[in-house]
């Protein structure tokens, strides 16, 4: 890799990709739909512009040996018709940016979402069907782009797909801080029997195994038309790391519970309630929400492994010390 474009530039992970893309010499483009001074720093060029514009891609994409492919729509509520267009649309103009400028290697960051269907997921692999009652319309669209990709590999474009699973660290704007948010509002309680185990994986693995994909591709191409589950290697009891960093961010555990069946109720009839009136903010429980902190999602790493060469960086006792600190300074800072 030599010359790489990052899409969602400005996002978790793809600020995270880029940064170290760049750290390493490889030259570094993201489009997105801002410039990122801190990457401009660095110097890292930043595009302005809109995946859903093909000839945007089109204009951009020419020149790059490699495109990783992270922006996306991300979320569990929103208009059905914006997942469909960013996710689906913007990741079949990637394809064809890529092919009509003979941008060779495509790496994909999808997510476990595509085959989570409600059911504890034990140790699964790869050959795990895609969901077929996905309930949110992530899920869905993400289904139909990962395919899209997959199927796109070919001689002259090689694609792979990497789902990264619960992604954490020092940088992240979602999942820790609606975590922390709730916990100190004593929103949160635990759903189900709360011995739930999931995968998560800190930051600085998922881009290492991006840029594994992206070498591999680059030369083996034994990755090419594959997916792979990104992980620790270990899954966590989900509310027992949440109390665990909840603890150290000196945040009173989580100890009330709820069954499954009436938190699944509940977002039932909330999700109802919200698109009647369309209320655009996302319902404080879902369907979707109450089955993924219930259930057991955790996957195994082994093509990973074998394929990629792939092993987490960073183990999770290091990360959570490191995200702590990240956040204790933040905190001090505001």
Known sequence: MKKVLVTGGGGFIGKALAQ?????????????????????EMGVACLQGDIRDREVLVQHFAGHDMVFHVAAKAGIWGAPEEYRSVNIDGTANVI??????????????????????????I?????????ARPLCAYARTKIA?????????GQDLKTCALRPHLVWGPGDHHLVPRLLARGRAGALKVIG???NMVDITYIDNV?????????????????????FFIGQGEP?????WINDLFARMRIAPVR????????????????????????????????????????????????AKRLLGYAPLVSIEQGTARLVQDLQVQEGAN
């Open 193 to 195: 029997s709360g011995r």
């Open 96 to 121: 064809h940016a890529c092919r009509q400028t003979g941008v060779p290697h495509l790496v994909y960051t999808s997510t476990p979402s595509v085959v989570f269907d409600g059911v504890d997921l």
């Open 123 to 131: 140790n699964a692999d790869e050959s795990a069907p895609y969901a």
């Open 20 to 40: 170290t893309l760049a750290s390493q010499g490889v030259c570094v483009t993201v489009l997105g739909r801002n410039r990122y001074p801190g990457l401009e």
């Open 256 to 303: 009330k519970q709820v069954p499954f069946a009436l938190a699944y109720g509940a977002g039932l009839l909330l999700e109802k309630v919200y698109a009647a009136l369309k209320v655009p903010e996302e319902p404080p429980m879902t369907r979707f929400v109450a089955q993924q902190l219930s259930k057991s999602h955790w996957f195994s790493h082994d093509k």
């Open 145 to 153: 782009a990962e395919q899209a990709v997959l199927a796109a590999n």
């Open 236 to 240: 966590v009891y989900l509310w027992t």
């Open 207 to 227: 881009v290492h195994a991006h840029i594994l994909a992206g070498e591999n591709l680059s030369h083996s191409g034994s990755a090419a038309g594959q997916a």
